[in-house]
């Protein structure tokens, strides 16, 4: 059968239909496809911007929580420093309002070797000071009865008050052996005092300071603190001498001359005031100073400020008028004692 010519045009209308539809389709799928690859690249922009968003709301909360601790712990430390720097003040204000009252009859004592001897030096009592090894936990205020201050050396002395019969660094028994049987003698490792005192007609109190608690312990470590005080204030370590001093009148006391068993420079241990004047001349009268002039008057200027009561005598009797205490070392000596810690001395001991 013959083609018929005629449906050639109907074909080609019939082709071209079918590829606008397949075109058609074609361009709609891709449109499709790019509209869904466009909402998927903007739902992960928005969720990109909303975890960012959170992780800034979330590091701002952060921030402000950790400000607000840090404000916390700021202010709970400012009040314990205030409350710390009021009860030093108080404790300050009771030892100096209490110290001369202690401390009058070794003064007394002193300034009269001084004045007898005619020594260039300064007395100063009761010097009230924070030591600078101690935590804000556990800080505390210091006392050292007397400080005596010559070119030459410089001297801590710890007045002891005590009346009775004090033994210091003598066991009882090796004064008075009829004692063997009355005291535990056994504990008796220097250093260490016994005091013995007549309460009443009938009883006997015995009171024993062992060891820390011995004076001459107790007085090479106040030495130690006080170095350490005047090295940081002045960059200065001075090389403190020390004494005990049994002050009362009434007092009998059996010691040895000097104790020197923490192993340190020994101290002077007295109970009469001639014996007090002879530590007094040893040490002002050394052939070598140690110190300037102008360095003893900063010491006592420093001293002073601690709440001290000054006394000078010879070439110091006139407070000088120089500028306050000088911060360059130039003179550099060691300790005399070794550091400790003790709690807060006892102004009556």
């Known amino acids: 059968?013959?083609?018929?010519?005629?449906?050639?045009?109907?074909?080609?209308?019939?082709?071209?239909?079918?590829?606008?539809?397949?075109?058609?389709?074609?361009?709609?799928?891709?449109?499709?496809?790019?509209?869904?690859?466009?909402?998927?690249?903007?739902?992960?922009?928005?969720r990109a911007a909303r975890q960012q968003h959170e992780a800034l709301a979330a590091a701002h909360d952060d921030a402000l929580a950790?400000?607000?601790?840090?404000?916390?712990?700021?202010?709970?430390?400012?009040?314990?420093?205030?409350?710390?720097?009021?009860?030093?003040?108080?404790?300050?204000?009771?030892?100096?309002?209490?110290?001369?009252?202690?401390?009058?009859?070794?003064?007394?004592?002193?300034?009269?070797?001084?004045?007898?001897?005619?020594?260039?030096?300064?007395?100063?009592?009761?010097?009230?000071?924070?030591?600078?090894?101690?935590?804000?936990?556990?800080?505390?205020?210091?006392?050292?009865?007397?400080?005596?201050l010559s070119e030459t050396g410089v001297m801590v002395i710890e007045n002891k008050g005590w009346n009775g019969i004090v033994f210091d660094g003598l066991t009882p028994s090796s004064v008075f052996p009829a004692f063997a049987g009355l005291f535990d003698e056994t504990t008796m490792t220097p250093p260490f005092a016994l005091q013995v005192v007549k309460d009443s007609p009938t009883v006997l109190t015995v009171r024993t300071h062992l060891g820390r608690d011995a004076p001459a312990s107790q007085v090479r470590r106040q030495a130690q603190r006080l170095s350490d005080r005047v090295q940081a204030e002045t960059g200065v370590r001075l090389w403190f001498d020390t004494c005990v001093f049994y002050s009362h009148r009434d007092a009998t006391v059996f010691a040895t001359e000097r104790d020197a068993t923490d192993g340190g420079a020994a101290t002077a241990i007295v109970s009469h005031r001639s014996q007090l004047a002879g530590v007094v001349r040893e040490l002002t009268s050394r052939p070598t100073k140690k110190l300037s002039r102008a360095r003893v008057d900063d010491l006592a200027r420093l001293f002073a400020s601690y709440g001290a009561d000054v006394l000078r005598f010879g070439a110091h009797a006139q407070e000088p008028r120089e500028a306050p205490v000088a911060s360059t070392p130039q003179v550099s000596v060691a300790s005399a004692s070794e550091a400790a810690d003790v709690q807060l001395p006892d102004p009556t001991e």
């Open 66 to 148: 950790q400000a607000t601790d840090d404000h916390a712990r700021e202010r709970d430390a400012l009040a314990e420093q205030r409350e710390a720097a009021l009860t030093e003040a108080k404790q300050a204000r009771d030892l100096v309002a209490a110290g001369l009252k202690w401390e009058a009859t070794s003064r007394d004592d002193l300034a009269e070797a001084c004045r007898q001897l005619g020594v260039d030096a300064v007395l100063l009592t009761n010097v009230v000071f924070v030591p600078v090894a101690t935590s804000a936990s556990s800080r505390f205020v210091a006392q050292v009865d007397h400080v005596l």
């Open 1 to 46: 059968m013959p083609f018929d010519q005629s449906l050639v045009p109907w074909i080609i209308a019939a082709l071209l239909l079918v590829a606008l539809i397949v075109v058609a389709v074609v361009l709609r799928a891709r449109a499709t496809r790019a509209l869904a690859a466009a909402k998927a690249a903007a739902d992960e922009q928005a």
